[in-house]
């Protein structure tokens, strides 16, 4: 008589050793698995993205800071290569892009984040001074800048360094040499690049306001600089209370909550400031008679405004409503374009200095290069980062 029975060796069903895992035995009958063609695309949608995140055009990373950074500019002076960095614990850097290195550091610059930073604009006799030409359109007529020093006493005299310290950095001969940051502190200071640096590094200048800082930026020629707060301020350089105030946004009342987002200087048209405010407004301002030009209200908020270096009209509009605008700051009533393609608050934007393209970083984690006059970006990439 026969008699069927079932007969499972053990050593197909227990791992080799106490360290390896045990087997695992697959039915690869296609009846018993309908979803694996569906699931094969993706795996091969998935592959290709991750292959997008890893390819070429992630050259390095600079790499220093110990939280998250909140503002960036680059050196318009004659130094592109080098930008500057604020984080959220206060910390500051200056970075050489060629080397790939930080060439100065400030930690502990801000009890707080740092909001903004921008270089400051050569004195004359420095290098990389850019002189506006007299008779185009606006007084080329500059103001003399007195030299700065702690508590209004001027600097006093640095002895020559032997060679066995440290020598100077090639890129701190390049742009400016001041640097100047803002924070959620109340405080603006300006730093000498080619001073010391580390930690109890005591500021050139010290500039105090009534509320935190949200932005800064540097006029082109002149040694003044605007800052957003619950106001617009135009500070001098050489002075520790501002020149004069502007409002035009809804932030006039403290207890409303209501604050200037971003502020930014025409590069060509110097007398012209744009701001961006919590109300959702965008504001153009002409610094010669201390008015309004113009105001838009926006969707939603308005993160970052940058002007296009070649084209002085053109200003560049990075908004919490997942799109970017261009608008012609002679007619404000209408967008000259609309770049969609972000699906989250685009939180900065930059030009490339021709002029023809910019980028943007949004809080979807993606970077994405766009070209002027079309509103779908030509490039995307992605990050696992860029999220506060």
Same mark, same amino acid.
């Given at each position: 008589?026969?008699?069927?029975?079932?007969?499972?060796?053990?050593?197909?069903?227990?791992?080799?050793?106490?360290?390896?895992?045990?087997?695992?035995?697959? /039915?690869?009958?296609?009846?018993?698995?309908?979803f694996?063609?569906?699931?094969?695309?993706?795996?091969?949608?998935?592959? +290709?993205?991750?292959e #997008?995140?890893?390819?070429?055009?992630f050259?390095?990373?600079?790499?220093?800071?110990?939280?998250?950074?909140?503002s960036?500019?680059?050196?318009?002076?004659?130094?592109?290569? &080098?930008?500057?960095?604020?984080?959220?614990?206060?910390?500051?850097?200056?970075?050489? %892009?060629?080397?790939? #290195?930080s !060439?100065?550091?400030?930690?502990?610059?801000?009890?707080?984040?740092?909001?903004?930073?921008t270089?400051?604009?050569?004195?004359?006799?420095?290098e990389?001074?850019?002189?506006?030409?007299?008779?185009?359109?606006?007084?080329?007529?500059?103001?003399?800048?007195?030299e700065?020093?702690? &508590?209004?006493?001027?600097?006093?005299?640095?002895?020559?360094?032997?060679?066995?310290?440290?020598?100077?950095?090639?890129?701190?001969a390049?742009?400016?040499?001041?640097?100047?940051?803002? *924070?959620?502190?109340?405080?603006?200071?300006?730093?000498?690049?080619?001073?010391?640096?580390?930690? /109890?590094?005591?500021?050139?200048?010290?500039?105090?306001?009534?509320? *935190?800082?949200?932005?800064?930026?540097?006029h082109? @020629?002149?040694?003044?600089? +605007?800052?957003?707060?619950?106001?617009?301020?135009?500070?001098?350089?050489?002075?520790?209370?501002?020149?004069?105030?502007?409002?035009?946004?809804?932030?006039?009342?403290?207890?409303?909550?209501?604050?200037?987002?971003?502020?930014?200087? /025409?590069?060509?048209?110097?007398s012209?400031?744009?701001s961006?405010?919590?109300?959702?407004?965008?504001?153009?301002?002409?610094?010669?008679?201390?008015?309004?030009?113009?105001?838009?209200?926006?969707?939603?908020?308005?993160?970052? %405004?940058?002007?296009?270096?070649?084209?002085?009209?053109? %200003? %560049?509009? +990075?908004?919490?409503?997942?799109?970017? @605008? =261009?608008?012609?700051?002679? /007619?404000?009533?209408?967008?000259?374009?609309?770049?969609?393609?972000?699906?989250?608050?685009?939180?900065?934007?930059?030009?490339?200095? =021709?002029?023809?393209?910019?980028?943007?970083?949004?809080?979807?984690?993606? !970077?994405?290069l766009?070209?002027? *006059?079309? *509103?779908?970006?030509?490039?995307? @990439?992605? =990050?696992k980062?860029?999220?506060?």
């Amino acid at each position: 008589m026969k008699i069927k029975v079932l007969h499972r060796s053990l050593e197909a069903h227990l791992p080799e050793s106490s360290s390896s895992t045990a087997p695992v035995s697959r /039915n690869l009958d296609p009846a018993l698995h309908p979803f694996a063609r569906p699931r094969e695309y993706t795996r091969a949608v998935a592959a +290709a993205k991750l292959e #997008r995140m890893f390819s070429k055009p992630f050259v390095a990373s600079l790499e220093g800071h110990g939280d998250g950074l909140y503002s960036m500019a680059k050196d318009e002076s004659g130094g592109l290569s &080098r930008i500057a960095s604020g984080s959220g614990d206060g910390e500051v850097r200056v970075w050489d %892009l060629g080397d790939r #290195r930080s !060439v100065w550091e400030v930690v502990g610059a801000h009890k707080g984040m740092v909001k903004g930073v921008t270089f400051s604009h050569p004195v004359e006799g420095e290098e990389g001074r850019v002189e506006k030409k007299v008779g185009g359109g606006e007084r080329g007529i500059k103001r003399k800048r007195t030299e700065l020093g702690d &508590r209004g006493k001027g600097k006093g005299k640095e002895e020559p360094e032997s060679e066995d310290e440290d020598r100077l950095d090639s890129t701190e001969a390049r742009g400016s040499s001041r640097l100047l940051t803002c *924070g959620s502190d109340k405080t603006v200071k300006m730093w000498d690049l080619k001073g010391s640096k580390g930690s /109890n590094v005591q500021p050139l200048q010290t500039y105090t306001g009534a509320s *935190g800082f949200n932005s800064i930026s540097h006029h082109r @020629y002149d040694p003044i600089f +605007a800052t957003a707060s619950s106001q617009i301020d135009i500070w001098d350089e050489t002075k520790t209370s501002p020149l004069s105030t502007l409002k035009f946004h809804s932030t006039s009342s403290l207890s409303t909550g209501e604050h200037i987002v971003s502020v930014a200087f /025409n590069k060509s048209e110097t007398s012209v400031l744009a701001s961006s405010g919590s109300d959702r407004t965008v504001c153009l301002y002409d610094l010669r008679s201390g008015k309004a030009l113009g105001r838009v209200s926006m969707a939603m908020r308005v993160n970052q %405004l940058v002007f296009n270096p070649l084209q002085p009209p053109v %200003l %560049l509009c +990075a908004s919490e409503d997942h799109n970017l @605008y =261009t608008f012609d700051m002679r /007619n404000l009533s209408t967008t000259t374009q609309v770049y969609k393609g972000h699906v989250g608050a685009v939180m900065s934007a930059d030009w490339a200095p =021709t002029g023809r393209e910019f980028v943007s970083g949004s809080y979807d984690r993606t !970077v994405r290069l766009w070209t002027a *006059g079309e *509103g779908k970006a030509r490039d995307t @990439y992605h =990050t696992k980062r860029m999220q506060r």
